[in-house]
């Protein structure tokens, strides 16, 4: 862990210099969180008390998406996020169980970001989110460093970054600097209700220059105004220069030149908590890429990994023996 005001160095075992060869690292910026998931049947009850399963676990977009990819084979998964002194030793640890190493700032002022998760116990497995974003809105361009990039391949930034002024100066100098390194930028908009807040407009303008975009189909259709998962995929297709739109059930689109290219088919799962799907498609299809799959073989595995995460409660794949 760095102190609060400034990373420590990248670091890695990786090539310096742009680290764009594929077998690279892979560098994700983003959210750390605390999820206290509640599996709850049926509605909840108003004015008293409704029945439900309560854990704590590790969780947050940016960190789950780490977390998959080392999962699914990256062999050099660095996370750079903001926490608070209140859960910043067992965040790291957590990480480093996963076979990630964390470069977290410790913000001296703000908690750890913590999100409720409610999950309908149903066959769907639907979750609603109640955020407090905590030192997540804190992480800021003091906090970045040139030196993170070293040996990368990839970086990879969550979209949750946008939704604060710190952060979203953060995402330009990241940006820059990857762009000044020749090393691919993906984006996950992570949150179609904060999206909807910070405007489509206003999204796509920030994320210009980056190489591939992942959201979900309602991100996707929030994005463009169009209904249809797919022309809304190759809608978006003609501002970035990869969209994958992720579909849970109905698999992914991936989307080129303003045209989808390919329809990947979901995995069959049982969901008991859909919390981090789409951050286990997203953390598995980036470790395909890194060792040189395409990206229709990429979203395949992704389908697979987001059909294995809806079969686990909360947002992390299980932890190596």
């Keep these: 862990m ?16 742009t680290g764009s060869a594929v077998g690279g690292g892979l560098l994700v910026v983003g959210d750390v969180i605390t999820d206290v998931v509640a599996r709850h049947r049926g509605p909840l009850a108003a004015g ?18 780490a977390c998959w990819a080392a999962h699914r084979g990256a062999a050099d998964v660095r996370l750079l ?7 910043a030793a067992w965040h790291e640890r957590e990480l480093v169980a996963q076979g990630v190493r964390p470069q977290l700032v410790v913000d001296p002022l703000a908690p750890t970001g913590t999100v409720i998760c409610m999950v309908d116990g149903g066959a769907s497995a639907e979750r609603t989110f109640l955020t407090d974003s905590g030192a997540c809105l804190r992480l ?11 040996g990368v391949a990839r970086l990879h930034l969550s979209g949750y970054l946008l939704f604060s002024g710190p952060s979203r100066d953060l995402v330009a100098v990241a940006l820059k600097a990857a762009r000044a390194r020749g090393v691919p930028v993906s984006l996950d908009p992570a949150s179609a209700g904060f999206l909807a807040e910070l405007g489509a407009e206003r ?10 975009l992942l959201p979900s189909r309602d991100e996707a259709c929030l994005l463009t105004g169009l209904e249809d998962a797919a022309e809304a995929a190759a809608e978006l297709s003609r501002r970035v220069p990869l ?7 109905e698999g992914a689109l991936v989307a080129r030149s303003g045209k989808v290219r390919a329809r990947v088919p979901a995995v069959p799962a049982t969901p008991l908590d859909t919390t981090g799907a789409g951050d286990a498609f997203t953390g598995a299809f980036l470790a395909a890429l890194l060792v040189g799959a395409g990206p229709e073989d990429a979203a395949a595995q992704g389908c697979r990994a987001g059909a294995r995460a809806v079969e686990r409660v909360g947002g ?4 190596p023996d």
Excluded: M, Y
Aim: charged fraction near 15%.
């Design 2 to 17: 760095t102190a609060a005001g400034g990373a420590g160095p990248g670091g890695g075992t990786g090539p310096r210099g």
């Design 81 to 87: 996020g903001r926490v608070g002194a209140d859960a």
């Design 316 to 319: 992390r794949p299980p932890a």
């Design 203 to 212: 999204f796509l303008t920030l994320v210009e220059g980056v190489d591939v």
């Design 243 to 249: 969209v994958v739109v992720k579909q849970g059930h």
């Design 48 to 65: 008293t008390d409704t029945a439900a399963s309560i854990r704590t676990v590790a969780g947050g977009a940016g960190a789950n998406v």
């Design 140 to 150: 800021g361009p003091a906090d970045w460093s040139d030196a993170l990039l070293d």
